[in-house]
């Protein structure tokens, strides 16, 4: 089978080492897009620019009229510095592609040129969405509303690495049906008090000792109000106060983030958290302030979508390649939730965990990095699913 793709693949590695010099963060991403372009505009596919960032929506149109399809690829890097020793390590000091945005697109762009080679039999268009601005979770909004995904009837998405544990084999590819991600939100929380030394504490209010009972009393809404069967996490990530060790300090800021596979349960783990704390607070005779920072709901595949894409690459690697069912949705958030709100998709996942090769370290570490090995795969499995769609239109697939 790799011998059929070997030319993608030796493509799609080349764009994957290129993109990984030069990572860029949040949803202006100028070298990235110049790069992007650039790869489009020799394959001679036309696309659209977005206005407010660097995403990016290419049309391949088929010989005969049928459905629409996206598929999308994430753009963003990460504020990082890359301890990897590798030739193409980052160009740019304390940035580096640590989540595989850089196979990502590698994947899309070489599953245009897939798509190319037999756009005259298919029944249909596809639509590439380059999206800047994922770990912001921003940059699925702007492409919804700049019309990426509109009068599409279905779209996916694929994410590389080990997401599910560096134990799935490499080159596996996940499959689920129904939620596969958790949702994830950013909150902050100021805690007032009064400054004062810390040798007499009774003359002011100490914002330590409140934001300590908080951070406690945060994880009893997991274990005292909600079911133990309901997945579900609170996680306290920074906490900023004081400048002198004897010296109380007038504020604390506490950072947090939650995650669940419920949007019913997300309201309400942001509902009580700002109760608690409120409370905390002013049982000690402090003030909070609470803010929120909603980011992803949960990634919920189309189960009929799942399948087809399952049935597609099985099809086209065999069933060794597929697993179609997780014991549990992981907890990392994706904002490809955006998509699947509006237009019926699946999100897939590709193992590239080799511990000969040292790629199994887990996403947004210094030193992660995926099997390039895989590559082919990931256009195999877009490239099989845009067919099972668009060139067998006349069963009526979807």
Known sequence: MLQQYGGIQAYVLRIRRDLHKIPEIGLELPETEKFIKKELDALN?????????SGIMATIEGAYPGKTIAFRTDMDALQLEEELDIDYKSLYPGYMHACGHDAHMAIMLGTARMLLTWKDSMHGVVRLIFQPGEETA???????????????????????????????????F???????????????????????????????????????????????????ELMGTIASVISIGKIIGGNQY???????????????????????????????ANMTAMTFGGECEFQIIWGAPPVVNDRHMADLAADAIEGTLGIQYVERHMESPCMAGEDFANYLNIVPGAFLYLSSSNTEKGTDYPHHSSRFNIDEDVLWEGVAGFNSIAKQILQNYKRGNI
């Not at 509303?145 to 080990?162: M, Q, R, S, W």
Request: charged fraction near 25%; include cysteine.
């Open 45 to 53: 596919i036309p696309y659209v620019c977005s206005e407010r960032g």
């Open 138 to 172: 921003r940059g699925a909004e702007i492409a919804i509303e700049d019309g990426y995904v509109k009068n599409v009837d279905a779209i996916f998405g694929l994410h590389i690495g080990t997401l599910f544990g560096k134990e799935i084999p490499c080159g596996k």
């Open 174 to 224: 996940i499959i689920s049906s129904g939620c596969c991600m958790a949702s994830y939100d950013h909150f902050i929380i100021k805690i007032k008090g009064e400054s004062c030394h810390g040798s007499n504490p009774e003359k002011g209010i100490d914002p330590v000792q409140i934001a300590s009972h908080l951070v406690l009393a945060l994880q009893a809404i997991q274990t005292r």
């Open 246 to 276: 004897n010296v109380i300090p007038d504020s604390v800021i506490l950072e947090g983030t939650t995650r669940a596979v419920d949007e019913s349960v997300r309201q309400y783990l942001a509902k009580r958290i700002e109760e608690i």
